[in-house]
């Protein structure tokens, strides 16, 4: 996997998390234990930082940037990021479900639980508040999100930490 410096900057990846061969971190990023970055993923501190929580998720080619030190990219705990979304110098929360084809621009803040719907946009300095449905282009909100839902996001969260818990062992075993 490339695991690249940038400058004096070098990731720092928890021994318990996986990041794919076909997966590229570079900079001042840090990844939690238990987080998983998938094939074709990009992560990219090259200007400011990047932080990926514990048991987080980050799909096959999804982007994920921080261009500017007033807006570091700081994703929470056990939230997953869906194929192909691309996030710009946002704070994410924990227990956040973002799917797939969103963009997330500078300064964006989304609260604890919030769920993105597919192909929605959000635009800069947006603030989207904790456990609500939000979608479109721009992502407005349309529903909070139940007590189900959301324990319905933490066991997916946990299935996906253990398939790729199943993967690190079968890559080790061969």
Same mark, same amino acid.
């Given at each position: 996997? =490339?695991?690249?410096?940038? *400058?004096?900057?070098r =990731?720092?990846i #928890?021994?318990?998390?996986y990041?794919?061969?076909?997966?590229?971190?570079?900079?001042?990023?840090? /990844?939690g234990?238990?987080?998983? @970055?998938?094939?074709?993923a990009?992560?990219?501190? #090259?200007?400011?930082s990047?932080?990926i929580?514990?048991?987080?998720?980050i799909q096959?080619? @999804?982007?994920?940037?921080?261009?500017?030190e007033?807006?570091?990219?700081?994703i929470?705990?056990?939230?997953? /990021? %869906?194929?192909?979304?691309?996030?710009?110098? $946002?704070?994410? *929360?924990d227990?956040?479900?973002?799917?797939?084809?969103? $963009?997330?621009?500078?300064?964006?803040?989304?609260g604890?639980?919030? %769920?993105?719907a597919?192909?929605?946009?959000?635009?800069?300095?947006?603030?989207?508040?904790?456990?609500?449905?939000?979608?479109?282009? =721009?992502?407005a909100?349309?529903?909070?999100?139940?007590?189900?839902?959301?324990?319905?996001h933490? /066991?997916?969260?946990?299935?996906?930490?253990? @398939?790729?818990?199943?993967?690190r062992?079968?890559?080790q075993?061969?």
């Amino acid at each position: 996997m =490339p695991v690249l410096p940038f *400058g004096d900057k070098r =990731p720092k990846i #928890d021994p318990q998390a996986y990041v794919s061969p076909q997966a590229t971190v570079m900079g001042n990023v840090e /990844i939690g234990p238990g987080a998983s @970055v998938w094939p074709g993923a990009v992560v990219r501190a #090259d200007q400011a930082s990047v932080r990926i929580g514990e048991n987080t998720c980050i799909q096959d080619s @999804v982007v994920i940037h921080a261009h500017s030190e007033e807006n570091p990219t700081i994703i929470g705990n056990n939230t997953i /990021i %869906s194929t192909a979304s691309a996030i710009h110098g $946002v704070y994410v *929360g924990d227990n956040v479900n973002i799917g797939e084809g969103c $963009v997330i621009f500078d300064g964006a803040t989304l609260g604890e639980g919030v %769920s993105l719907a597919p192909g929605s946009i959000v635009p800069p300095n947006i603030v989207i508040p904790p456990r609500t449905l939000n979608s479109g282009a =721009p992502a407005a909100q349309i529903r909070e999100i139940s007590r189900e839902e959301i324990e319905q996001h933490t /066991i997916r969260t946990e299935t996906i930490t253990q @398939v790729f818990l199943k993967l690190r062992r079968w890559q080790q075993s061969i």
